[in-house]
């Protein structure tokens, strides 16, 4: 199972120097952009993600927690390895949500939509096809450092089946409240990857954390 750092709970004023230690401890960073309008909090916006994206050669999961998605993603500069994430609750209409679909495969890199914990699996099961990434949110979207909700393990028990039988390459990601207490029952799901936040940056050694979290999950 990957493992993507959310720098939403890193030290930003020491970013750099944290991406250049974990470049090699890693298979890639999560990035959350928040608007203050889908969510309450505000994060950074695409010029950090961009700034970011000529530190490392990792892939990017950039997570779009805002009200306009395709406003957003259109001043982003994704590489073709790079995956922009939007929020299936973020689209009012859902007759939107396959043109934002192509619109951010034109900018020639990954697509992924996210669903918050109430969302029913049935609410994006006629897009899966057409995805590269499905995020799963394990927590309220907004703030780091939240309890992880166990009824989630149900859904990703019903994706991990479609999955199977719509898209076999859509890679599923698990985000929010993941660390040492449930990782190991999270990789024997099946899941591709998840993000984690706290249970890396709050630790002592941020370094020692993600390695341990490897251990667990493989």
């Known amino acids: 199972m990957k493992i993507y750092p959310s720098l939403i709970s890193a030290d930003i004023l020491n970013l750099e120097t944290i991406i250049s230690q974990f470049n090699p401890l890693c298979d890639g960073y999560h990035i959350d952009i928040m608007d203050g309008h889908f969510v309450p909090n505000i994060t950074w916006g695409p010029l950090f993600s961009n700034a970011i994206a000529k530190k490392t050669a990792l892939p990017l999961d950039i997570h779009l927690m805002v009200s306009e998605p395709t406003t957003i993603a259109a001043r982003l500069a994704p590489r073709e390895q790079d995956c922009i994430t939007f929020h299936y609750e973020a689209v009012k209409n859902p007759l939107d949500i396959l043109p934002i679909i192509a619109h951010i495969k034109n900018m020639r890199c990954l697509v992924g939509i996210a669903i918050n914990p109430e969302t029913p699996v049935v609410a994006v099961q006629q897009y899966l096809g057409h995805l590269d990434t499905l995020t799963i949110m394990s927590v309220n979207p907004g703030a780091s450092g939240q309890p992880f909700i166990q009824s989630i393990f149900e859904k990703i028990a019903q994706l991990i089946y479609l999955k199977t039988t719509l898209n ?34 709050s630790a002592f050694s941020p370094a020692d954390a993600i390695k341990h979290l490897y251990k667990l999950a493989n």
């Open 168 to 201: 076999p390459a859509l890679s599923l990601m698990v985000d929010g409240g993941v660390g040492v207490k449930n990782i190991t029952e999270l990789a024997k799901t099946g899941i591709d990857a998840c993000a984690v936040a706290s249970a890396i940056f």
